[in-house]
């Protein structure tokens, strides 16, 4: 009905291009998978067979920890007794540098993610609308309407909203592939840098994310050299989106950017260099909105400042993030703890697809992992993986995102979040996979006329879900049962 | 220092045209008070001869209420013993959708403050980061690069800003003037409308702004009606800013968009009816970055929700303010309080002033006032304003806005904001408008040579504050002393 009345609307008084174009990108099977989540989403005892959302990258590991912390800190909020008093100086508070309080504080906990190995200035911390802002800012900032920024695949899919929609800005893909671990190369960035020149597109930029969404990889130093060389060769900007810095789970360990721009030997003009942060993903809190510019140019910073009077964060929300960043023992613990359960819980999964034969790729990062359903395939086309990736919506019942919505040049690739569900869940979102597993792989090797192959495919799962379902229920992750009767297979 | 290195960076790696252009709005003679205030900020005992920042649209008269309210409801917060439990469910809360309970509360709110007299759905309500936010959201969703809204003179000088600058989108002044109490006229629309056209601008949109800053009053029912019916006979979007809605002090009562187009007899395509609103004002909550776009427009108002992952509210805040505001009766309390204090600050500056023969718009909403100084004009020109405007910034400290920086088209008029002080910062104030009245008024009757008149003036008025401080300290601004004074010179 909405498209009815927008059609007609659009004859009588027309929106903005911006309005009636799909920038906003939700035409996806990215956001097709939430939106199957949102209509029958699993719950253990009221809705037991709905599905799972393994495509949101949400931390939920460790908020007892933030609980408890709360509770000991009354002072840190304005709306109890003990911090009441500050209550109108905050509410009223809205210069759009931030409470200087809050600057020292997120600059400090930078620091302290990097292993103190660097130094941010917090005169230099600029606020947005979370990543999603700060991502958008940088392009406004950066690049006119149809300029480029080179961003390697796979990426994460709203970078297509984030910097582009509203700004007419573009993404240039840098192919990259599990040939090499999906490590951008110099070569890669030539390729991709030539090909936009030979279309007339003028490249402004480098989008790099490290820790990688959807990967789970850190960089190393030797490619992070390679790019900051490449740029500064190009003389284009760098946007070094590192919202996941402090959500590494295992060796080794994260590199940033800032620290590669200060190594001895490394040529760099600092004006071309721009870190992305929030804390949604590194403390859990994305609804509270808490996006960070970080610019080494000065330009840059007095206009991103600027720019963030469109998306401030709530000073109550300022004024609390300071508090509990300021407890340097508490974060410590907080991140140790994190780090201690992240691991744990992607190798009960990870672990638990090995028994299956089902490969991911390496990682120690982020909030997911990158499942290879290559060998699941009946072709490997995206189109074959959009039939795999229904099947594992409709009848698996699980949202994981496909390889194709993060542009990724490979199909039969998914990602797979595991932080936003707690162990029971994790259990049965488990369950689901080696059951699959098992059935899909069955069905393969039966004889089906291919025109009716899909088809006569589904249905057998339908069927043969059910009637497996109690013998799946007994079988635990780590049981001898499962990896056997796969191998079988 | 940053200018130098500014312009060698851009010569160096250019950044985008919106970097490097102006329409952030800051270079303005309304920003230059806020930096001179910043510089120099007055304070009753550390700083008695600083600036008064008058120039400030805050209010902070009710601030003891909400105080007293957030002490006895604890629950209202997550970080309290009794909210804690919400926590993680508010914290990792990231649908632009924003919580149900927040729109319900919002929507009700806007109700209340309508009198009852109209309904809102609660589903329509989409959030922005505060109302610079929505303004923007609105211009990406209703026009093109280049296109442009109609909105009466004066206004307020951040729109240029909020509309334009990251837009594309250009605002086309409709001028008014004191001859009818600056009200908005359909022969000024059409003779705007005409102008647009000949110049080849596309008029897509009205903007305007009920109750009105920078004047204090509200529109009545014939105008608003007017104006409706002359952007359906254009055919032309109106954004009707209603953030002063639940400011106003006196009668006549506010009367709201979204009432007009329900009444009988009055012709109206909803689709082009757009309403942006924000805590920021009514309830003094600037901080706390709660801006509300409200559309009838189906299309609008899916687009504009995608946009507000650019400047969502953040949850901690949205869960305090549903708390808040679905108190009602509370709520009832503090507007009427709220409207007291405000209607008592107001009598106290205007009366004040009439004392000293100084005239002002009659007003009966925001928080602020417009004071008419035309008569010390040494001529009607935008220069001789400023001038005058120096003189009461560098020498009388007060940081008042001049009416060219919301671009009037009769140069004399200045914005007084009063609600961001407390009662003895108001008699301060008060008292040095009286003191500068007085002597400016002398000064002009002196004989001075033209080209040494504003320098000698500036100079006598430095001499002269300093001798008449003690006799003007024992004077208060209903004393008998001030006005035959000035009634003589």
Same mark, same amino acid.
């Given at each position: 009905?909405?498209?009815?009345?927008?059609?007609?609307?659009?004859?009588?008084?027309?929106?903005?291009?911006?309005?009636?174009?799909?920038?906003?990108?939700?035409? +996806?099977?990215?956001?097709?998978?939430?939106?199957?989540?949102?209509?029958?989403?699993?719950?253990?005892?009221?809705?037991?067979?709905?599905?799972?959302?393994?495509?949101?990258?949400?931390?939920?590991?460790?908020?007892?920890?933030?609980?408890?912390?709360?509770?000991?800190?009354? *002072?840190?909020?304005?709306?109890?007794?003990?911090?009441?008093?500050?209550?109108?100086?905050?509410?009223?508070?809205?210069?759009?540098?931030?409470?200087?309080?809050?600057?020292?504080?997120?600059?400090?906990?930078?620091?302290?993610?990097?292993?103190?190995?660097?130094?941010?200035?917090?005169?230099?911390?600029?606020?947005?609308?979370?990543?999603?802002?700060?991502? *958008?800012?940088?392009?406004?900032?950066?690049?006119?309407?149809?300029?480029?920024?080179?961003?390697?695949?796979?990426?994460?899919?709203?970078?297509?909203?984030?910097?582009?929609?509203?700004?007419?800005?573009?993404?240039?893909?840098?192919?990259?592939?599990?040939?090499?671990?999906?490590?951008?190369?110099?070569?890669?960035?030539?390729?991709?840098?030539?090909?936009?020149?030979?279309?007339?597109?003028?490249?402004?930029?480098?989008?790099?994310?490290?820790?990688?969404?959807?990967?789970?990889?850190?960089?190393?130093?030797?490619?992070?050299?390679?790019?900051?060389?490449?740029?500064?060769?190009?003389?284009?900007?760098?946007?070094?989106?590192?919202?996941?810095?402090?959500?590494?789970?295992?060796?080794?360990?994260?590199?940033?950017?800032?620290?590669?721009?200060? *190594?001895?030997?490394?040529?760099?003009?600092?004006?071309?260099?721009?870190?992305?942060?929030?804390?949604?993903?590194?403390?859990?809190?994305?609804?509270?909105?808490?996006?960070?510019?970080?610019?080494?140019?000065?330009?840059?910073?007095?206009?991103?400042?600027?720019?963030?009077?469109?998306?401030?964060? +709530?000073?109550?929300?300022?004024?609390?993030?300071?508090?509990?960043?300021?407890?340097?023992?508490?974060?410590?613990?907080?991140?140790?703890?994190?780090?201690?359960?992240?691991?744990?819980? @992607?190798?009960?999964?990870?672990?638990?697809?090995?028994?299956?034969?089902?490969?991911?790729?390496?990682?120690?990062?982020?909030?997911?992992?990158?499942?290879?359903?290559?060998?699941?395939?009946?072709?490997?086309?995206?189109?074959?993986?959009?039939?795999?990736?229904?099947?594992?919506?409709? *009848?698996?019942?699980?949202?994981?995102?496909?390889?194709?919505?993060?542009?990724?040049?490979?199909?039969?690739?998914?990602?797979?979040?595991?932080?936003?569900?707690?162990?029971?869940?994790?259990?049965?979102?488990?369950?689901?996979?080696?059951?699959?597993?098992?059935?899909?792989?069955?069905?393969?090797?039966?004889?089906?006329?291919?025109?009716? @192959?899909?088809?006569?495919?589904?249905?057998?799962?339908?069927?043969?879900?059910?009637?497996?379902?109690?013998?799946?229920?007994?079988?635990?992750?780590?049981?001898?049962?499962?990896?056997?009767?796969?191998?079988?297979?």
């Amino acid at each position: 009905m909405e498209m009815e009345f927008s059609s007609r609307v659009q004859q009588k008084v027309p929106l903005s291009k911006i309005a009636t174009n799909d920038g906003h990108g939700e035409i +996806s099977q990215y956001f097709d998978g939430w939106k199957a989540y949102d209509s029958d989403p699993y719950h253990p005892t009221r809705n037991p067979n709905g599905v799972i959302q393994m495509g949101l990258a949400e931390n939920q590991l460790c908020f007892d920890l933030i609980q408890e912390w709360v509770l000991e800190h009354p *002072e840190a909020s304005i709306c109890t007794a003990e911090g009441a008093n500050n209550f109108m100086e905050i509410a009223i508070y809205q210069d759009y540098h931030g409470l200087q309080e809050f600057r020292n504080a997120v600059a400090r906990f930078m620091e302290k993610v990097r292993g103190d190995r660097v130094r941010f200035d917090p005169n230099r911390i600029v606020m947005s609308g979370g990543a999603t802002g700060a991502c *958008e800012t940088l392009a406004f900032c950066l690049a006119d309407r149809g300029d480029a920024f080179l961003v390697p695949t796979p990426y994460y899919p709203a970078y297509d909203r984030d910097l582009c929609w509203r700004t007419g800005v573009q993404l240039f893909p840098i192919i990259c592939d599990s040939s090499n671990d999906f490590k951008v190369t110099r070569k890669s960035m030539e390729e991709a840098y030539q090909k936009a020149q030979e279309s007339n597109i003028r490249v402004k930029g480098f989008l790099l994310n490290n820790p990688s969404n959807p990967l789970g990889t850190v960089l190393d130093r030797e490619v992070l050299k390679e790019i900051v060389t490449f740029i500064n060769d190009k003389n284009i900007h760098l946007i070094s989106d590192e919202i996941y810095s402090a959500t590494v789970f295992d060796q080794p360990d994260f590199v940033s950017i800032s620290e590669i721009i200060e *190594e001895d030997g490394v040529r760099c003009n600092r004006d071309l260099i721009h870190i992305v942060y929030s804390l949604s993903k590194d403390l859990g809190f994305p609804g509270f909105r808490v996006g960070i510019v970080y610019s080494y140019n000065d330009s840059v910073m007095s206009c991103a400042r600027k720019m963030s009077s469109f998306g401030l964060i +709530s000073t109550q929300t300022q004024h609390f993030v300071k508090s509990i960043l300021s407890d340097e023992k508490f974060i410590e613990k907080f991140i140790s703890k994190s780090s201690e359960r992240l691991a744990k819980r @992607h190798s009960f999964f990870t672990g638990g697809l090995s028994q299956v034969g089902i490969g991911t790729l390496k990682s120690n990062a982020g909030l997911y992992f990158w499942m290879d359903l290559r060998k699941l395939l009946r072709e490997p086309t995206v189109e074959a993986e959009t039939e795999l990736w229904r099947i594992i919506i409709n *009848e698996v019942k699980l949202n994981v995102s496909p390889g194709s919505s993060f542009h990724c040049s490979e199909p039969g690739w998914f990602r797979v979040c595991v932080a936003n569900m707690d162990d029971e869940c994790a259990k049965v979102a488990l369950r689901r996979i080696h059951k699959f597993v098992l059935l899909y792989s069955k069905g393969i090797t039966e004889p089906t006329t291919p025109k009716n @192959h899909c088809r006569s495919r589904k249905l057998q799962l339908s069927l043969s879900f059910r009637r497996l379902d109690e013998r799946m229920m007994i079988m635990s992750p780590h049981s001898p049962m499962a990896s056997p009767l796969v191998r079988a297979t």
